[in-house]
């Protein structure tokens, strides 16, 4: 214990009427050790308060959108068939149009790069 409080142990000069205090190597390797672990502490707080943060709203979001469920949208077959035009018509419409389009050399920036089945 005398060796570890003989390292705390602060020098203080008088020179021309001003105090100088100086640190020996061991009292200023304690206040670096304190400093690591006080900067170490403090990130860890803060990613633990920025991992909570992620949690809560999470948590939030789900339960936002559990409670609110949208209603189904009715199938583009059905909207199609209530126009009275199948939906391999419209398909057949909407390419050959493009194609007419392509071939007319246009600026028009209309293009159908793929037709799914529904």
């Known amino acids: ?3 570890v409080m003989n390292l705390l142990a602060e020098t203080i000069i008088s020179e021309s009427g ?7 190597i061991g009292e200023s ?3 670096a050790l304190l400093g690591f672990a006080v900067t170490f502490l403090g990130i860890v707080i803060l990613i633990f308060f920025v ?18 469920k949208p209603a189904p949208a009715p199938a ?7 126009e009275g035009i199948p939906a391999e018509v419209r398909a057949a419409i909407v390419a050959a149009i493009a194609a007419y389009y392509e071939g ?7 293009k159908v ?6």
């Open 51 to 68: 991992w909570l943060y992620g949690k809560i709203i999470k948590s939030v979001r789900q339960n936002v959108s559990s409670k609110k």
């Open 104 to 110: 007319e050399s246009s600026s028009c920036e209309f």
């Open 18 to 24: 001003k105090t100088i205090t100086r640190l020996n």
């Open 113 to 118: 790069k793929r037709i799914k089945r529904l």
């Open 1 to 3: 214990m005398a060796t």
């Open 76 to 82: 583009a077959a059905e909207v199609a068939e209530e």
């Open 29 to 31: 390797l304690v206040y």
